[in-house]
T-cell receptor, first 120, second 113 residues
Framework: AQSVTQLDSHVSVSEGTPVLLRCNYS??????LFWYVQHPNKGLQLLLK??????LVKGINGFEAEFKKSETSFHLTKPSAHMSDAAEYFC??????????????????FGKGTHLIIQP | EADIYQTPRYLVIGTGKKITLECSQT?????MYWYQQDPGMELHLIHY???????EKGDLSSESTVSRIRTEHFPLTLESARPSHTSQYLC????????????FGPGTRLLVL
């Protein structure tokens, strides 16, 4: 079985300060990991993905995430928050194993989301 | 930006009505998905399809039904809407190859009175 835990339901930072959104996962097999962002009244947009290449992944809008197998983490960071970053962020894990069962089609499991608030 | 569309974007409807939520994509993707998302909650997969004439139920039990007669089209139908169906419904698609990226539509917010 696999699971995703987003450690904070809400994160509040001031504009111009760093952002850290935490995600821990568990997976019996080699996972792929994603971060999606959802702005109010919009669909989900892919920010970045890890698929067993470089452990530091750069995404859109200045976001990046580091895959740490020893810590089973995939935290999302940005050096300087912008007002337009205010949104809901979802961490997602997917397994490539053909033996996987559960978690729906393609083995995708979503975290519960972290609401990022940017204060002026 | 991905070319996946959902209509309507917002729908307010009375109990007992039949509704169809439309989802279409112009990317030629074989795989399509429907997720249900309650406010402040994670997404739950309710239906998916691996191609024409293929439909499967997802993790979360749903009274809705889907069909896949054309590759680009994956509508979701509720025969008799109830207040418990009030939610946001997100459609997604993915190509046969690639690295498991799903592209999402903008969603339909459904309110059943």
């Amino acid at each position: 079985a696999q699971s995703v835990t987003q450690l904070d339901s809400h994160v509040s930072v001031s504009e111009g300060t760093p952002v850290l959104l935490r995600c821990n996962y568990s997976s019996s097999y080699s996972p792929s990991l994603f971060w999606y962002v959802q702005h109010p009244n919009k669909g989900l947009q892919l920010l970045l993905k890890y698929t067993s290449a470089a452990t530091l992944v750069k995404g859109i809008n200045g976001f990046e995430a580091e895959f740490k197998k020893s810590e089973t983490s995939f935290h999302l960071t940005k050096p300087s928050a912008h007002m337009s970053d205010a949104a809901e962020y979802f961490c997602v894990v997917s397994t490539k194993s053909l033996m996987y069962s559960g978690g729906g089609a393609d083995g995708l499991t979503f975290g519960k989301g972290t609401h990022l608030i940017i204060q002026p | 930006e991905a070319d996946i569309y959902q209509t309507p974007r917002y729908l307010v409807i009375g109990t007992g009505k039949k509704i169809t939520l439309e989802c279409s994509q112009t990317m030629g993707h074989d795989k399509m998905y429907w997720y249900q998302q309650d406010p402040g909650m994670e997404l739950h997969l309710i239906h998916y399809s691996y191609g024409v004439n293929s439909t499967e139920k997802g993790d979360l039990s749903s009274e809705s039904t889907v069909s896949r007669i054309r590759t680009e089209h994956f509508p979701l139908t509720l025969e008799s809407a109830r207040p418990s169906h009030t939610s946001q419904y997100l459609c997604a698609s993915r190509g046969r190859s690639g690295l498991e990226t799903q592209y999402f539509g903008p969603g339909t917010r459904l309110l059943v009175l």
